[in-house]
Structures are given as C-alpha cells and as structure tokens.
C-alpha cells in the first residue's frame, strides 16, 4: 500500500498540481459553475411538466396546453446559456491575469459570441439557436481568445492611455477599444468564412469536431473515470472536484441543457452524465459519500473521531464534508483509500447503467444542490426511485466505511490510551 500510494504521489501529484494552477482551466470551471444557477432556474420550469407526467389525467392534459407559460423563463436562461457563461469564463481569466478591467472584458466575449453564433435568415430575422449548449464550447474558446488579446496588448502597451485627470470609467473604455476592435474584426471574419466557404455556423463547426468527444463523455466508463480521478486526487490532499469539473463540467452541463431543450419539445431526455447527476448521485453528502461514516464516528469510541463526527455531521447533510476530509483526516490515511477511491467509482457504474436501462428516470434539467440525500436527485429526475437509488447509494457506501471504520477506530483507540498510558507514567 506504501509503495502504490509513493508511486501515485510521485506521477500524479505533479500532473494534478499544474493542472490546478492552469489559468485557462480554472477559468474555464469557474465560469461553468458561475452558470449553475441559471440553468436550475431554466431547468425548474421543467417541473411542472414532470409533475404533470407524473400525475397525468386532466391535469398533465392542462400542463402541456399551457407549456408555453412555463418555458417561456427558458428563452432567457438556458436557450441563451452561452451569452453567460463567455462573460463569466472571460472575466474569471481577465482577474487570474489581473487585468485592469475583467468585467469589460466580459461584455466583450458577449459581443464575440453574438457574432458567432447568431445566423441571418432570407427576411433578416436572428437565429439565436446556437446561443444555448451548442455554443458552449464556443464561449470557452471566444473568452479565452478576448482575454488573451487584451493581455498580450496591455502586456506590451500597445493600449490608449489618457491622462489621470480623466474619469476611471472614460479610461477604462478607451483602453478597451483596440482588443475590442481586433475581437470584432477576427469574430466577424471567421463567422463569414464559416459561412461563405464552409456553408454552416461556426458553433455547428465546433460541435462537430468535438462530437467524438461529447459522445464518449457521456458513458459509464467515462463517469467512472471522473470519479476515481477525483476521489484520488482527494487522498493527496487536492481538491478533486475543482480540478476534474474544469475538464468535464462543459460537457455535463451541455448535456443537461440539452435534456431540458428535448423536455421542453415533448422529448425524452437522451443524456445522464449532467452536472445535477454528478452531485446528486455520486457526491451525495460531499465527495466519497461520508454520511453514514460521520454517524458512525459520532458513536466511535475514539474520542477524536467522536468530536470530529459531531462538528461534520450538519454540514454532511447537505454534501459539505471538507471537515471530515481534513478532520479525520481521509487524506493519506491508509485504511480509508479502497472505501473513499473505490467506493463512489462503484455507485457510479451502479447508478448509470439503472437510468440507462430505464429503472430510474433521467435528469430533466438541473436542480438545487447542498440538500439531504434523495431531494437533489428527486427535483432532477421527477421521479422517486431517483430519491431511492441517492440514499441507496449512501448506504451502500457505509456498508463499505464499516470494516475499514472500525479497523481505523481500533487503531485511533489503540493511539490515545498509549497517550493517556504517558500522561499517567510521567
């Protein structure tokens, strides 16, 4: 056990910390989780259309005739998702580099979107389809491109500078006209490229070349790879969620936007991995799904575990656990590795393959997270068997702590009578 876990402190801890580190990535998850709210607040106008499923009768027949009611808050969340999450991403880089003014740099990767994504029909009407998931990926790449521009110019001062005496808001403005002016040209001439020798959007043209890798995203393996890169990452002491979302948070919450845009259209949603599956399923009560083990050190006979249990038990239930993670601590600890690592990659493989074979219903959307296990998963799914597997999943997991529990109890006890035993000779 010592020599795997030096072998994976000397191979992944170096990869893992520079990917911690990486500007663009970071900024990339801290505008991804930015947009959360925005698509719960979307994705809760899919809820009375599953109530209404779940219901039927004259009352699903009243829902479906008054859809339009419900989905209109949707043309203004989720349908124009990327407008969004292109301010937040370009903002996030803009502070990393600590540029002068990271909010306008934000409009401006709003405007670059705008000009990649929206399409003219024959009577000039706006085509703002690809504003929703399948310009998600196009927001990274248009806010990292505005933000990197503004860097290298202010970088080499190649920016308008007026006097002190001026205004702060009338400088700031002036000093953002040159990027802004080289973000419009380049986006204007790549948009009418696309269309005038390529024929399709530029979205269209991303999203295709990423469709290989939006496709396998979505899959049981690959949701079981997250987890296990994410628990381990945990056991040295790095934030797993933090690094792993800023590669596969694009892709889930595209995945969610989708299903939302399918329900809204009277479809069945297609995709499982979304960020509300993540959370709701396979960090039920925080990352290794803690919660029976916390209840089982508010009963440890150790008496470190005893109070460290009672101070986590609160936040646990509503999927905060760092104080268990650096409390007990699960960080390099010997006897928590198979249950922490192993544990959420098996409840992941379960859960999946129950909603790819029908027996719990898919994600409609997202929904709130930080709420006890099974509500997070119920909002998602409309459905009470989604509740079932959430707490199945945390129960399971504490069949799994148990052994391990009381190997490292013994041992906690063993530790603190050998110190009682010094206190008492000296």
């Not at 503004?150 to 006209?177: C, G, Q, R, Y």
């Not at 020798?197 to 995203?217: D, E, H, Q, R, W």
């Not at 993540?278 to 005893?306: D, E, H, I, N, P």
């Not at 079932?388 to 999943?393: H, T």
Request: net charge neutral.
């Amino acid at each position: 056990m010592k020599k795997f876990q030096a072998w994976l402190q000397k191979w992944l801890f170096p990869i893992a910390t520079k990917l911690e580190k990486q500007k663009h990535l970071q900024a990339i998850k801290d505008g991804m989780i930015a947009i959360i709210p925005i698509t719960i607040i979307g994705s809760f106008c899919l809820i009375p259309v599953g109530l209404g499923n779940l219901f039927g009768g004259g009352f699903g027949e009243w829902i479906n005739a008054h859809s339009n009611i419900f989905f209109f808050p949707t043309n203004f969340t989720t349908n124009i998702l990327s407008l969004f999450s292109a301010f937040f991403i370009a903002e996030s880089l803009a502070k990393r580099y600590e540029l002068k003014t990271p909010s306008m740099l934000g409009i401006a990767a709003i405007l670059v979107q705008i000009i990649l994504c929206i399409s003219f029909g024959e009577n000039g009407s706006w085509d703002v389809t690809s504003l929703g998931a399948e310009g998600l990926f196009v927001s990274i790449i248009g806010a990292i491109f505005v933000v990197e521009i503004s860097h290298l110019l202010e970088k080499n001062n190649w920016v308008i500078k007026m006097p002190d005496s001026v205004p702060p808001m009338v400088s700031e403005s002036f000093t953002a006209l040159i990027p802004l002016v080289i973000d419009v040209v380049v986006a204007c001439t790549i948009a009418l490229c696309c269309d005038m020798f390529v024929g399709t959007s530029f979205p269209k043209i991303i999203v295709s070349a990423l469709a290989p890798a939006i496709n396998s995203m979505d899959s049981v393996w690959a949701v079981a790879l997250v987890v296990f890169i994410t628990q381990l990452l945990w056991m040295f002491g790095l934030h797993g969620a933090a690094i792993t979302s800023s590669v596969w948070a694009p892709f889930a919450i595209s995945y969610a936007v989708e299903n939302a845009n399918m329900v809204a259209a009277g479809m069945d949603p297609t995709h499982i991995f979304t960020f509300g599956f993540y959370y709701g399923f396979l960090q039920v009560s925080g990352s290794g799904m803690t919660l029976l083990l916390v209840l089982m050190m508010c009963r440890s006979k150790a008496k470190s575990l005893k109070s460290i249990g009672k101070v986590g038990l609160i936040p646990s239930l509503f999927g905060i656990n760092e104080p268990i993670i650096f409390g007990v601590p699960m960080i390099m600890n010997p006897f928590m590795l198979i249950p922490f690592v192993f544990g959420p990659v098996i409840c992941s493989i379960i859960s999946y393959e129950l909603m790819k074979f029908g027996f719990v219903a898919l994600p409609l959307g997202e929904a709130p997270g930080f709420l006890p296990p099974g509500i997070q998963a119920f909002l998602l799914t409309m459905d009470w068997k989604a509740a079932v597997l959430a707490i199945f999943n945390v129960c399971f997991m504490g069949l799994l702590y148990y052994p391990f529990f009381k190997a490292m109890e013994a041992d906690e006890v063993r530790k603190e009578r050998a110190i009682e035993e010094a206190k008492t000779t000296n």
